[in-house]
């Protein structure tokens, strides 16, 4: 699960992880109040205005201004929020605003020179390690970091049997080049942003930039926490950070019918059973001239009705010329899934686009009988290759 950058800082904050002195606003108005909030409690004369969107590249898009005055936080207020903010990871159609995030200026003046550094932390699954990530080359774009100047990104692995230790965390530093008060802020940083990680059960942190002030001091300039899904019921107070304006609709209907969904940009509509089945399904597609849609798993306990959601959302997206079923009845019974068709195409109107289904395993005799003697126009097929080959015939 996604949540904000406001909502990943307040949970880093509880961590001892510093954060700029930040509020959140949903109006020019409340822009101005927290400005001098803000003001009153660091001194500063310098605001950053930040939009409040799941994507990454706000800055590059305009969703990121530094006001140096009180009317440019309102200025800036008004143009951010009711935006379509584009980014690279927006896609072409972009998001609207609909909050801004009013910050502390952290570039202020001090006897060191200010330095911006990339982290995060993730699962290793190779090793079964977290590990954190972390570069000289923060504010950038770390595959670019990654793909021209490798030896800047440097590794350390966690043992999970003990956590992360203080000297990791100094070799931290040390790699980065800091030294004096800077050494020892970054040390406490980097143990207290993995305790955080391990804690909270998150699947992704992302500081970029960590920011090192003029002061030594170092600070989460930015923050993207994502949360394991799996773990939230062990959080449930963080189950209320999701924001359901902020994902795909149809992803919503999709997780409230337990089924896993993710919309795609092709023309042939995919409902499998199990995430290998459906990468391999997707590439059969892609190599059969088609494109997949989207990404449908029904999972292991899949029922007519289940299947019958499956249709309709899939179908929501105009995009869809076609729909390809393909099970591999190992829990799941072909019959059941069959009988989903059935009642999806009998129960969904004007559905009238072509199905190709593809039916192994468990039942898959009786699955097949129940749609051949249904009387509908589904194709049938045995062989992946085979149901390929008819995706390829009704969409070229």
């Given at each position: 699960?996604?949540?904000?950058?406001?909502?990943?800082?307040?949970?880093?904050?509880?961590?001892?992880?510093?954060?700029?002195?930040?509020?959140?606003?949903?109006?020019?108005?409340?822009?101005?109040?927290?400005?001098?909030?803000?003001?009153?409690?660091?001194?500063?004369?310098?605001?950053?205005?930040?939009?409040?969107?799941?994507?990454?590249?706000?800055?590059?898009?305009?969703?990121?201004?530094?006001?140096?005055?009180?009317?440019?936080?309102?200025?800036?207020?008004?143009?951010?929020?009711?935006?379509?903010?584009?980014?690279?990871?927006?896609?072409?159609?972009?998001?609207?605003?609909?909050?801004?995030?009013?910050?502390?200026?952290?570039?202020?003046?001090?006897?060191?020179?200010?330095?911006?550094?990339?982290?995060?932390?993730?699962?290793?699954?190779?090793?079964?390690?977290?590990?954190?990530?972390?570069?000289?080359e923060g504010?950038?774009?770390?595959?670019?970091?990654?793909?021209?100047?490798?030896?800047?990104?440097?590794?350390?692995?966690?043992?999970?049997?003990?956590?992360?230790?203080?000297?990791?965390?100094?070799?931290?530093?040390?790699?980065?080049?800091?030294?004096?008060?800077?050494?020892?802020?970054?040390?406490?940083?980097?143990?207290?942003?993995?305790?955080?990680?391990?804690?909270?059960?998150?699947?992704?942190?992302?500081?970029?930039?960590?920011?090192?002030?003029?002061?030594?001091?170092?600070?989460?300039?930015?923050?993207?926490v994502n949360?394991?899904?799996?773990?939230?019921?062990?959080?449930?107070?963080?189950?209320?950070?999701?924001?359901?304006?902020?994902?795909?609709?149809?992803?919503?209907?999709?997780?409230?019918?337990?089924?896993?969904?993710?919309?795609?940009?092709?023309?042939?509509?995919?409902?499998?059973?199990?995430?290998?089945?459906?990468?391999?399904?997707?590439?059969?597609?892609?190599?059969?001239g088609g494109?997949?849609?989207?990404?449908?798993?029904?999972?292991?306990?899949?029922?007519?009705?289940?299947?019958?959601?499956?249709?309709?959302?899939?179908?929501?997206?105009?995009?869809?010329?076609?729909?390809?079923?393909?099970?591999?009845?190992?829990?799941?019974?072909?019959?059941?899934?069959?009988?989903?068709?059935?009642?999806?195409?009998?129960?969904?109107?004007?559905?009238?686009?072509?199905?190709?289904?593809?039916?192994?395993?468990?039942?898959?005799?009786?699955?097949?009988?129940?749609?051949?003697?249904?009387?509908?126009?589904?194709?049938?097929?045995?062989?992946?290759?085979?149901?390929?080959?008819?995706?390829?015939?009704?969409?070229?």
């Open positions: 699960m996604n949540i904000h950058e406001y909502q990943g800082k307040e949970i880093l904050k509880k961590f001892g992880v510093r954060v700029p002195e930040g509020l959140l606003c949903h109006t020019p108005e409340q822009a101005i109040e927290a400005a001098k909030k803000i003001a009153a409690l660091t001194d500063t004369t310098v605001w950053a205005v930040k939009a409040q969107i799941h994507a990454g590249g706000r800055g590059k898009g305009g969703g990121v201004k530094i006001a140096k005055s009180l009317s440019e936080v309102k200025k800036f207020a008004q143009e951010i929020i009711g935006m379509n903010l584009v980014t690279h990871q927006t896609g072409p159609e972009g998001k609207n605003v609909q909050k801004i995030l009013v910050e502390q200026g952290i570039y202020y003046a001090g006897p060191e020179e200010v330095k911006e550094f990339y982290m995060s932390i993730l699962l290793n699954r190779q090793t079964k390690r977290n590990i954190i990530m972390y570069s000289t504010g950038m774009d770390i595959e670019q970091v990654a793909d021209k100047t490798p030896h800047l990104i440097f590794k350390e692995e966690i043992d999970p049997s003990v956590g992360i230790q203080a000297f990791q965390a100094r070799r931290v530093a040390f790699n980065l080049g800091l030294s004096g008060i800077s050494f020892k802020e970054m040390t406490a940083f980097t143990i207290a942003l993995y305790k955080a990680y391990d804690a909270i059960d998150a699947s992704l942190f992302e500081i970029n930039p960590v920011f090192k002030a003029a002061d030594g001091k170092i600070f989460a300039a930015d923050s993207k949360l394991d899904d799996n773990a939230l019921y062990r959080h449930k107070n963080y189950a209320d950070l999701r924001d359901l304006n902020e994902e795909e609709p149809l992803e919503i209907k999709a997780s409230q019918n337990n089924l896993n969904y993710i919309k795609l940009d092709g023309n042939v509509g995919c409902m499998v059973n199990g995430a290998g089945l459906a990468m391999a399904t997707m590439d059969m597609i892609k190599l059969s494109s997949p849609a989207n990404f449908l798993d029904v999972g292991g306990t899949a029922s007519a009705k289940t299947v019958e959601a499956g249709f309709r959302i899939i179908l929501e997206d105009p995009n869809v010329k076609a729909i390809l079923v393909n099970i591999f009845g190992g829990i799941v019974r072909c019959d059941r899934v069959a009988q989903g068709i059935v009642d999806a195409y009998k129960n969904i109107d004007h559905l009238n686009i072509p199905i190709i289904v593809r039916l192994q395993g468990t039942n898959a005799e009786d699955g097949k009988k129940l749609i051949d003697q249904s009387g509908l126009k589904v194709f049938s097929a045995i062989h992946l290759e085979e149901a390929a080959q008819i995706v390829k015939e009704v969409v070229s």
